[in-house]
């Protein structure tokens, strides 16, 4: 069933009876030629890319909770491609690319908005090291604009420029960054996979793998053993606990990332802001909210669900920047499951067992790297080579000391 202008109507006037379900509810099937694990934005990706872009039949799609339920439904929607490292710019391109594209190819209104992201500059040093990612930017498609005080008091006219404690010394726009709504993302991907072919099995959990003689044969869950020629595991956050039942220990430790969300107010952001002297970004979302976030908890956990101390901090980086958000009260907040690898850069890569693929490592920013990172583990899972730009994304780079560290700040998982 297409979506369209039309059938809103034409549904409008008949009573809203011609609306099908977006996606089916399966039985499991005993054998499956590939099975990719986790619902999430990156797992339904995986599965929507895999039958469309590589003509593979017989997927399934594993899900213990309910679509959308993870870090696709947690997050806070910012998409960007601005990376500096050669290993990650290209990637995070090819993926900006497939959103500015993906609606027409879902036929999904995921509302995405590409009002652009700003990153503000405080110093000089800070100054140097945006003109070079700007640079490394422009080098690899992107778009990347230096933006002088002068221009940046023009768009946001109640930033205190001139005599704040971290003053704006400019800033670094992306003009083709933005905002997606991040649930329309897992339902698009979830009716485009479904409507190829794609099994979506929810409420059912992998509980373990059956390997045998060095192969994965499939995969035990909680509604019994299901086989497969080839498994790609895309749990995110549960990568760790997930990969330990094959007798893997990942270099990825979870953390808890929280994010907020103010009282609906009028207009007053354009578009995507940071904060450079502190941990702070936010947003406005079309409902009005102040949508914003900022570091991590900072110990390692598996629960959804962050603490005080940290909301604490979070305000205080945002009224660092934006005082005038003080007056705004905070509406909700929540926690999501952050898979934080050693140098802040994912995975997407064979594992040692032969026919079990693995992609996870997306810290706190998978979401933007949705489609990129689906179609490149599908390319993958179809192909067994590497998508071109995604090669760097192995786990011997640990191994051979190949880091791609954007942050330059070591192996220490909850500072990426
Ligand atoms: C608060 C917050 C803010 C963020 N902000 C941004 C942002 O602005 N921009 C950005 O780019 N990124 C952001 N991120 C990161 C981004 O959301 C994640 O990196 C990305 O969503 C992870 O990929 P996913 O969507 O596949 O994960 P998930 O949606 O978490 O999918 C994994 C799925 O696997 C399932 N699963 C786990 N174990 C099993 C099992 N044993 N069997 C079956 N299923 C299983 C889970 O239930 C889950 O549904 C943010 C994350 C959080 C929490």
């Known amino acids: 069933m297409r979506y369209s202008g039309f059938k809103v109507i034409k549904e409008a006037l008949t009573g809203h009876k011609g609306w099908q379900p977006a996606w089916r509810d399966p039985e499991p099937q005993s054998h499956y030629d590939i099975i990719i694990i986790g619902g999430g934005g990156h797992g339904l990706a995986t599965a929507y890319y895999l039958a469309k872009e590589f003509q593979q039949k017989r997927i399934a799609v594993i899900e213990k909770g309910w679509i959308g339920g993870g870090n696709v439904g947690r997050n806070t929607t910012i998409i960007r ?27 999904y209104n995921a509302m995405i908005s590409q009002r652009g992201i700003l990153n503000l500059i ?15 930017m422009i080098l690899n498609g992107a778009d990347a604009e230096m933006l002088s005080t002068e221009q940046i008091k023009k768009r946001y006219p109640f930033l205190n420029t001139d005599d704040a404690r971290f003053p704006i010394k400019g800033g670094l726009a992306q003009h083709r960054g933005g905002t997606v709504r991040h649930d329309a993302v897992a339902w698009g991907y979830a009716r485009g996979a479904d409507s190829r072919g794609v099994d979506i099995l929810q409420n059912c959990e992998v509980t373990g793998f059956r390997i045998e003689s060095g192969k994965c044969l499939g995969v035990e869950t909680s509604r019994g053993f299901i086989g497969a020629a080839k498994v790609g595991c895309a749990v995110a956050g549960s990568s760790g606990r997930l990969m330990a039942k094959a007798g893997m220990r990942l270099p ?3 953390h808890v990332l929280q994010a907020f969300v103010s009282e609906g107010l009028k207009p007053v952001l354009p578009g995507v802001v940071t904060f450079g002297a502190g941990h702070f970004y936010v947003s406005q979302s079309d409902k ?7 570091d991590l908890d900072g110990y390692n956990s598996y629960a959804q669900r962050g603490n005080l101390p940290t909301v604490e901090d979070v305000c205080e980086g945002g009224m660092a920047i934006f005082p005038a958000f003080g007056r705004a009260r905070l509406l909700r907040m929540w926690g999501g499951l952050m898979d934080m690898s050693m140098d802040g850069s994912p995975i997407i890569d064979r594992t040692h067992i ?7 490592g997306w810290c706190y920013g998978g979401f933007k790297a949705t489609p990129a990172s689906g179609f490149c583990f599908a390319h993958l899972l179809a192909r067994d080579a590497p998508h071109p730009t995604a090669t760097a994304y192995r786990f011997d780079r640990f191994e051979k000391g190949l880091m791609i560290d954007e942050k330059g700040v070591g192996n220490q998982p909850n500072l990426h």
């Open 354 to 360: 032969d026919g079990l693929y693995f992609n996870g």
């Open 122 to 136: 405080h110093s000089d040093a800070q100054r140097d090291a945006f003109i070079r990612r700007g640079n490394a």
């Open 288 to 294: 009005g909210g102040l949508v914003f976030g900022g």
């Open 81 to 107: 491609s601005n990376y500096l490292l050669d290993g990650n710019e290209p990637f995070y391109e090819f993926s900006l690319k497939l959103w500015e594209g993906l609606e027409q190819d879902l036929n």
């Open 252 to 254: 990825i430790e979870s």
